[in-house]
């Protein structure tokens, strides 16, 4: 028997979504790698299980292509909430992950029916909570990559969205062998027993930054939207942004807005379903 999926993106990121409301998908990490294969298999950043919940409208279980099972992904917290609001024609439906409860709706912007905002919660900034394997101030922790003199990069600041993520302050857009460099270094840096998504964000505007990620388990990918919450947290705490601004990214663009009364992060972006097809499994 097959298993019906659809391939979406959000802003380029790209996932594989079984709809596992009615049977249980639990693939092994060898098939959840092979599935990932952009040569040979169907190819994503991640593969989304949409799963039956008691608390919320559903919940989302995520594997990178790397075959691990991870807590969350801002990108496809929005594809999923689409279709599960296109489905049963709710204007808001409660998403529940390993990493926390989000709510999706549609925004008010004018921009198109393929567009939707998700509550992430608010960001966990406590050392323990991204988690660090040591104290230290988030807003800027002692990790330094080049010379003691003179750091190629330095003092990145850490946040978790449910995942963990450090956003390096950069004076420019760095480039793809940049980014898979350095960002294949950090991610296993002992500094975080769970690994790390991360980040470079160029601010080129109090509400605008260029953005680019190396993601835990996918490697580079054309967009992170827990990666873009994280971004405009680390940068609004560093007095760098105000708490709304624009994050471009390669695949595209999301509105990140830092509530202040609530402390929740807001993420508005688009969803792009591309094509379906079936699992054999
Ligand atoms: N693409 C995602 C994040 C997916 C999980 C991440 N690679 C991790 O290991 O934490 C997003 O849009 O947030």
Do not use: Y
Not at 28 to 39: H, Y
Not at 95 to 115: C, H, M, Q, Y
Not at 185 to 194: R, Y
Not at 227 to 234: D, E, H, K, T
């Amino acid at each position: 028997m097959t298993r019906p999926f659809v391939k979406m993106n959000g802003a380029g990121n790209d996932f594989v979504v079984v709809n596992a409301l009615d049977r249980p998908f639990t693939p092994t990490t060898e098939q959840v790698r092979a599935l990932g294969d952009r040569d040979t298999g169907e190819g994503f950043d991640q593969l989304i299980a949409i799963e039956p919940s008691e608390t919320g409208d559903a919940f989302m279980r995520v594997w990178n292509s790397d075959g691990s099972a991870v807590e969350t992904c801002g990108n496809a917290l929005r594809c999923v909430g689409w279709m599960l609001m296109q489905a049963s024609g709710a204007d808001t439906v409660t998403i529940d992950t390993l990493g926390g409860p989000a709510v999706a709706s549609k925004p008010n912007d004018g921009l198109g029916e393929f567009r939707i905002t998700v509550d992430m919660g608010a960001p966990r900034l406590d050392w323990r909570q991204i988690p660090l394997s040591e104290e230290m101030d988030t807003r800027g922790i002692e990790l330094q990559i080049g010379p003691i003199d003179a750091p190629v990069l330095h003092t990145p600041g850490a946040v978790s969205m449910g995942n963990p993520h450090v956003v390096f302050f950069m004076d420019h857009t760095p480039d793809d062998a940049f980014v898979r460099g350095s960002g294949s270094l950090i991610e296993h840096h002992p500094l975080f027993p769970e690994a790390v998504n991360v980040g470079f964000a160029h601010v080129e505007a109090r509400d605008r930054i260029r953005f680019r990620v190396w993601e835990r388990g996918a490697g580079l990918t054309r967009a992170c939207g827990t990666g873009a919450c994280a971004a405009l947290v680390a940068t609004a705490r560093r007095g760098l942004t105000d708490r709304k601004a624009t994050v471009v990214m390669d695949g595209g663009e999301v509105v990140i807005d830092w509530d202040e009364a609530t402390d929740h992060v807001f993420m508005t972006g688009p969803v792009e379903v591309e094509r379906t097809g079936g699992l054999p499994f």
